[in-house]
């Protein structure tokens, strides 16, 4: 649809039917060709698995293999050239099926006719190439190539001379409007957001308040750490647009090159979302102008919002240029915070210009706070509320704060300041623009013995709330039974019900109402043992991408088989079920993503299919397993499935589109309609009499065509005609029948116990700790992106800050010094942390909906596998922090003592532990990246706030005293200072020691150390065990 609304002529359609019934597949390229034939079109279309029905529509056929056209005439015509060969169609066998398998080295001699004449011998596929070329149709369309076009013929508007279908100014104004109706659907995120600045300007202004201090030099230093906060709070806030840059970026690849110039969405995705960014600043600074004390008159005000503003501006543009570069979750924030280090580190405030060493000089100069933080104190300290010059002095009270603090003092730094961030912020947009632009995507029988169940339903209904006081019913009286050793096939057109029926089964549904009777074996359904017989094969082949097949499957027979199977036993097992779905070739591949690397979609459903085989169990819910297939993948997976079923057990499947040989495949039908009615439940029989003798005697039914395709036909007459299938059903000797069976096996058979097991799960919680940690080790192994990306970041981060602050640990002869000491002390132990919390939140993004699946499937409680998730960090932060904490102690000059090194180590390695385990905390607790971004960055620039660098604890508000003792960064603070500089007793200044110094102005004691290293480490725990309960009681999975 999103095509053929434009005006094209020429169409390239790759696997349209992917996810869609026969019915519907054949009336959308019906369609298609009367489109075609009105228009004049000319479409081209590849299909996995065409019915013959559907394959008659098309005019032409181009037969593929190994990368050669076989085949390139009219479809009629394409079995008179495979005759020619010596191959002959069967009867009942669909034509695409049958020209997909006689080109298959393993299915070719099926369809030899010449046997009694002469053995079959492979024919390879250049052999037919050949053959084609000298066979009449392939010879006709050499000689139509061969014959040059008749430009003549050809019409002067035949093709577009413009690559955009309308005025570019018009595809911007189209983009606009896209966006605007995205925020506005989407007004809950920028609500947040506004909430989230109102929040911090609560804490800022009751932390800052102006009565709390008075009108000094000292004073005024105060009122720059609020400042300092404000521009650090505006950095942290954008952070999160990244994240959501990267998640849209494979639809901006798609619309780029013919909806729109990549300029028209870049620059409207900016401007639509000005006036929100306009109400952001507002929220924060129209209420802590006033409450701080910053100067009142009007004029400053509302300089003072447009510099905040602009820095958001920059900051946003900044973000969203790395995210377009970076195109990758876990690179993009771990460059963002790379990115944060530099400009928080050179702004001025932690490290004063002067301090600053000349080979980093640069970075201060190109640092968006840099201007954003001068331009606001020289803006505030040049105004009337701090022009007072006191006796002696011939300087102004606010020149002599700007001094202090080595800021500019000129007033004409307000307009550079206001200059820089505005072309700063057209820079960034145009970077992001360029890069939306040029850069692309990054790219036989089983061995255990096992019970067959079988499983009854009777009047189950599903409904949902779609109003306050209306419901929208999914499921209305279902009744039925899935028996062993018998293959039903669960068909219907879209939106009949089919995979909510097998969820509300299953036990899978997380919302709406359910009513019903479910037993198993004649006993009522029980979640927790049903979970230890049943598999559940779900459409969207969910699998952890870093990890390969065969651990896949391991993990998963490690987890789910009896413990009394010992390990010997359950390997051969699994490399059974690797031969039988043909994995054992694929068995050192990793899974990868979807789309992006890995499996094939036909790989990872075989994958999905192993990984429950393995399980051993006695009912398989297999959703779509043949969608998104060729004809020769979907017949591996029918083979795979009928294999199973003739072990014993039962085997339920839906399927869209099967053809007549997977289409009879399956011994039983259980057909449904919109609405959530069955219609038909019962065999299919032999080439489908039983389902073919049953709807032709309903009146009104017409009847099958010779050779065409029985689930194609059912499908058809029961979508297109008013007979009401449900009613003829429930009158029929059919549902009799099967009410009877229901009945029969709703009771439990003589001797037939109910299923028990004295555990919840398969394996004791050690077992499931030891095999998540596992799973979990393998898949940081196979992670360059996260494990290698961390280490070489880890690598960098020490560098930038080690030359950042060289020497600056050595100096203690003054109070500058030990405050830049400090300073320096909370750059290297935060930004390592705040790194690795950020670069961990994708990861546990996605392995989380992984736990989703095997959760469900009784595979291991969340306690275990939150502690295995808990523990793996551990040695990886290990060899991070050992990397780090050496490079930045040496560089930056801390006096080489083992007491002091070791401290410093200790207090690294559990800030970088207790920030990671925050980060994976918060990712658990919100449904999506973009929340935890958000959120975790307010977070971030909070523990920056009362960290006792800005407003040392003493200078505090009493009110806020007691936060300051419950901030982790506090702590860390505390510990590394007054663990380097807490036993100096040299003197620094007005004959204070350093010791003393420390003690007065930042509150921190040396015999305090031990109790903040204690801090720290119970801090780990806390986050680490927030991050176990998320897991536990929180689930974002809506099904």
């Not at 409007?177 to 995120?189: G, P, Q």
């Not at 051993?616 to 959703?623: E, G």
Request: charged letters at 20%; hydrophobic letters at 45%.
């Amino acid at each position: 649809g999103e095509m053929l609304v434009g005006p094209y002529k020429t169409f390239f359609m790759d696997e349209i039917s992917n996810g869609l019934d026969s019915w519907t597949t054949y009336k959308v390229i019906s369609a298609i060709k009367h489109f075609t034939q009105i228009f004049e079109g000319t479409v081209l279309i590849s299909l996995l698995q065409p019915d013959p029905e559907v394959y008659k529509l098309f005019d032409d056929l181009v037969l593929f293999s190994d990368g050669q056209i076989v085949y390139q005439g009219p479809t009629k015509s394409a079995l008179e050239f495979f005759q020619h060969m010596g191959f002959k169609c069967p009867e009942r066998k669909g034509i695409p099926d049958y020209l997909q398998e006689v080109m298959s080295k393993k299915d070719q001699s099926k369809y030899w006719v010449h046997g009694d004449q002469k053995p079959h011998e492979y024919i390879s596929i250049s052999d037919f190439v050949a053959a084609f070329d000298k066979y009449e149709t392939g010879k006709r369309v050499s000689y139509e190539l061969d014959i040059p076009f008749d430009k003549n013929k050809s019409h002067p508007h035949a093709l577009a001379t413009t690559q955009y279908g309308v005025p570019k100014m018009d595809l911007f104004r189209a983009c606009a409007a896209r966006e605007f109706r995205i925020m506005t659907r989407n007004s809950f995120f920028y609500v947040f957001r506004i909430s989230r600045f109102g929040i911090m300007a609560l804490i800022v202004m009751t932390l800052f308040l102006r009565t709390q201090r008075r009108k000094s030099v000292e004073g005024g230093l105060v009122e720059v750490g609020s400042i300092f906060y404000t521009v650090t709070t505006i950095m942290f806030s954008s952070n999160a647009e990244s994240a959501m840059v990267i998640s849209k970026l494979p639809i901006i690849y798609k619309q780029r090159r013919c909806f729109y110039p990549t300029w028209s969405y870049g620059i409207s995705s900016w401007i639509v979302k000005i006036p929100i960014q306009m109400v952001e600043v507002a929220a924060y600074w129209g209420i802590t102008y006033y409450v701080i004390g910053y100067d009142p008159n009007i004029e400053r005000f509302l300089k003072q919002y447009l510099i905040i503003f602009f820095e958001l501006q920059a900051a946003i543009a900044l973000f969203r240029f790395i995210g377009a570069v970076m195109r990758n979750q876990v690179i993009a924030k771990s460059w963002g915070f790379v990115s944060l280090l530099v400009i928080m580190s050179t702004s001025g405030f932690i490290l004063s210009r002067d301090d600053t060493k000349r080979w980093w000089i640069w970075a201060y100069y190109i640092s968006p706070m840099m201007y954003a933080q001068n331009a606001l104190v020289v803006n505030e300290f040049t105004g009337h509320s701090w022009n007072k010059v006191m006796a002696g002095i011939t300087e102004s009270l606010g020149i002599q704060v700007l001094k202090t603090g080595q800021f500019f003092t000129e007033s004409y730094w307000y307009f550079i300041g206001l200059g820089a961030l505005i072309c700063m912020s057209l820079l960034y947009n145009l970077g992001y623009v360029l890069a939306l632009s040029f850069l692309n995507r990054e790219n036989d029988v089983m061995i255990l013995p096992f019970e067959p169940h079988s499983i009854t339903f009777s009047d189950i209904t599903y409904s949902i709330d779609i109003a306050s006081d209306d419901r929208l019913m999914i499921l209305n009286g279902i009744t039925g039974v899935f028996r062993p050793g018998i293959l039903t096939a669960l068909m219907g057109v879209s939106g009949a019900g089919k995979t909510t029926l097998m969820d509300v089964l299953a036990g899978r549904k997380t919302h709406g109402c359910i009513k019903g009777n479910i037993t198993v074996s004649g006993y009522p359904k029980d979640q927790g043992t049903f979970a230890r017989i049943f598999g559940y094969c779900e459409q969207n082949d969910i699998h952890s991408p870093n990890i390969t097949v065969y651990e896949s499957l391991v993990f998963s027979a490690w987890l789910r088989l009896s413990p009394e199977i010992n390990a010997n036993t359950r390997k051969v097992f699994v490399e059974k079920v690797m031969d039988l779905v043909e994995l054992s070739p694929l068995r050192s591949r990793i899974v990868g993503v979807p789309g992006v690397n890995g499996l094939s979609p036909e790989q990872r459903k075989r994958l999905t299919i192993a990984v429950e085989l393995v399980a051993n169990p006695s009912i398989i819910f297999m959703d779509e397993p043949t969608s998104g297939l060729d004809s020769r993948a979907a017949a591996i997976v029918m083979r795979t499935v009928r294999n199973t079923v003739d072990t014993g057990r039962t085997v339920v499947c839906t399927i869209h589109q099967p053809n007549v040989d997977i289409f009879e495949a399956f011994d039983q039908l259980f057909l449904m309609k919109q609405g959530g009615e069955e219609i038909y439940v019962g065999p299919i029989g032999r080439n489908s009499r039983h389902l073919i003798n049953y709807f032709e005697t309903i009146e009104g039914v017409p009847k099958i065509k010779k050779g065409y395709n029985p689930a194609m036909w059912v499908l058809e007459i029961t979508s297109s005609s008013d007979i009401d299938f449900g009613e003829v059903y429930r009158n029929s000797e059919l549902y009799r029948k099967n009410i009877e069976m229901v009945e029969l096996q709703s009771n439990p058979l003589s001797g037939k116990r109910d299923i028990h097991f004295s555990t919840k799960y398969s394996q004791p919680m050690m077992c499931q700790f030891l095999a998540c940690a596992w799973k979990l080790h393998r898949s940081y192994w196979h992670s360059p992106l996260y494990t290698a990306l961390n280490i070489a970041y880890t690598m960098l981060l020490s560098m930038i800050v080690g030359s950042m602050f060289w020497d600056l640990g050595s100096r203690k002869t003054s109070q500058r010094d030990l405050i830049n000491a400090t300073g320096c002390l909370l750059a290297s132990s935060s930004f390592i942390g705040l790194q690795c919390s950020t670069s961990v939140q994708p990861v546990v993004a996605v392995e989380r909906n992984v736990t989703y699946r095997e959760r469900a499937a009784g595979m291991y409680s969340s306690w275990p596998y939150a502690l295995a998730q808990i523990v793996i960090e551990v040695p990886y932060i290990l060899v991070q922090t050992s990397i780090y904490a050496p490079i930045v102690y040496a560089m930056i000059g801390y006096e080489w003592t083992i007491g002091k090194f070791v401290w410093y180590m200790y207090f690294i390695f559990f800030t970088t532990l207790y920030a990671s385990y925050f980060g994976m905390a918060i990712s658990s607790m919100v449904a999506t990246q973009q929340k935890s971004a958000i959120l975790s960055g307010a977070f971030y620039s909070i523990w920056i706030l009362f960290s006792g660098f800005p407003l040392p604890i003493p200078r505090a508000p009493i009110w806020w005293r007691w936060y300051c003792y419950l901030n982790p960064t506090t702590w860390t603070l505390y510990g590394m200072t007054a663990s380097q500089f807490g036993d100096v007793e040299g003197h620094v200044e007005n004959n204070e020691s350093a010791r003393e110094f420390i003690e007065s102005y930042f509150g921190y004691k040396r015999e305090l150390v031990s109790v903040a290293a204690v801090t720290v480490f119970s801090f780990a725990l806390v986050y680490a065990l927030a991050f176990a309960v998320s897991m536990k009681v929180l689930s974002f999975q809506k099904r």
